[in-house]
């Protein structure tokens, strides 16, 4: 059973830097794609970044300049440094990974930006 892992999730003021950690456990391969996802009460889980296994990476709009997605030397991490955090940037994030036709999710760790 493959299980995700987030870590690092919190309370910082606006302005601050966060850096959320993501670790696969229980995988016998290497994620071809992993990334970020955030969702917000009432809203869908929408895209944060996504990082490919060769590492070319996509972000959404409204993190771009100010969250850097990466992946670790272990297999099967993750990390998303969030700097010039917003308070609508306050919401459960969630790591994903994906391989082949499967898909796994984290329990997702709660950012709070306070103004």
């Known amino acids: 059973q493959v299980q995700l892992v987030e870590s690092g999730g919190g309370l910082v003021q606006a302005g601050g830097s966060l850096r959320l950690s993501c670790a696969a456990s229980?995988?016998?391969?290497?994620?071809?794609?992993m990334g970020w996802y955030r969702q917000a009460p009432g809203k869908q889980r929408e895209l944060v970044a996504t990082?490919?296994?060769?590492?070319?990476?996509n972000y959404a709009d409204s993190v771009k300049g100010r969250f850097t997605i990466s992946r670790g030397n272990a297999k099967n991490t993750l990390y998303l440094l969030m700097n010039s955090l917003k308070p609508e940037d306050t919401t459960v994030y969630y790591c994903?990974?994906?391989?082949?036709?499967?898909?796994?999710w984290g329990q997702g760790t709660q950012v709070t930006v306070s103004s």
């Open positions: 994903h990974g994906c391989a082949g036709t499967y898909n796994y």
């Open positions: 229980g995988t016998i391969f290497s994620f071809n794609r």
């Open positions: 990082i490919a296994s060769g590492g070319f990476t």
